[in-house]
């Protein structure tokens, strides 16, 4: 039994080949200004990489994200708060609570012991807390993504963050630059501000252990740290990468709707 599932998400997009129970290829890009083309891109590399000859071979193929409705090979497409509650959870059964990280999205979902979704939380429509809050203060730092996950929370003193907004807060740390603040400390800042958010948030929902969390965000380590410091909860690491929560819950379903 093979099965696909793609994540159009707002900043990227994902592939996963799932045959008999195992994830067997995936490709992540950065989303173009199609969905449709996304999808193709992700896709194709996945079936190559799983050494299919076409995506005919795929029995079933689930489409998920914000472009979830533009994937134009998918037979159906749900939404990304059950796969990536289902992917999650598929990946590490004793998961309860997933806190999915995008470019443009944060949620804390609840999940229940069979892996759906008991109840969610999501940002308003903002870029706080979000991967484009970090490409912001990436831009600020001119360090990139690359350089905020590197110092990983190495600032003793994390400079104090005020503003949510990412707009005021690109010039808050532009200042802060200026003034002489160590980049460790202001980069402790941003994740332990950013964290602040995420933790009222779960705790919105109701924290139930044990917590994972997914998507590319999921990568900064100082922010998984930053996090599990104030909810004072350990935070599971998911085997297989978590930013793939999301097309590996799509994929499973394909393969539920099989009957397999
Ligand atoms: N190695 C990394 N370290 C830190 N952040 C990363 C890393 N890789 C990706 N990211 C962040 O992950 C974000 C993309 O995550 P993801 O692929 O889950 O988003 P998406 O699904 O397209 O967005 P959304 O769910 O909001 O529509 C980027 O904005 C980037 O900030
Ligand atoms: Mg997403």
Redesign the pocket.
């Known amino acids: 039994m093979i099965v696909g599932g793609c ?1 159009i ?4 997009g ?1 592939a996963v080949v799932i045959k008999d129970g195992e994830v067997v290829a995936s490709h992540i890009l950065k ?1 173009t200004t199609s969905p449709g083309k996304t999808a193709r891109l992700a896709m194709d590399a996945a079936i190559e990489q799983a050494e299919l000859s076409s995506i005919d071979d795929l029995e079933k193929i689930i489409g998920t ?2 472009g979830r409705l533009k994937v134009p090979f998918a037979e159906e497409n749900i939404s ?1 708060i059950s796969c990536h509650a289902k992917g999650a959870h598929w990946m590490e059964p004793s998961i309860r609570t997933v806190v999915d990280i ?4 944060c949620k804390v979902i609840s999940v229940s012991g069979k892996g759906t979704v008991s109840e969610f939380v999501m940002n308003d429509r903002c870029a706080a807390g ?3 809050f ?2 912001a203060m990436a831009r600020a730092l001119d360090c990139g ?1 690359e350089g ?2 590197a110092l990983d929370n190495q600032g003793p003193e994390p400079c104090p963050i005020s503003n949510q907004c990412s707009v005021f807060a690109e010039s808050e740390v532009v200042t802060l630059v200026n003034e002489g603040y160590d980049l460790k400390n202001i980069i402790s800042g941003i994740n332990a501000s950013v964290a602040s958010r995420l933790s009222s948030m779960v705790r919105r929902v109701g924290l139930i252990k044990e917590l994972a969390l997914t ?3 999921s ?2 380590e100082g922010l998984v740290k930053s996090l599990s410091s104030k909810l004072d909860v350990g935070v599971i690491t998911l085997p297989i990468d978590p ?1 793939l929560a999301g097309a590996i819950g799509a994929a499973l379903f394909a393969a539920e709707k099989l009957g397999k």
């Open positions: 994540d998400g707002s900043t990227t994902k989303s994200g914000y990304e995008g470019g443009q999205d979000t991967g484009k970090f490409e993504l905020i996950s998507g590319g965000c990568k900064n930013q």
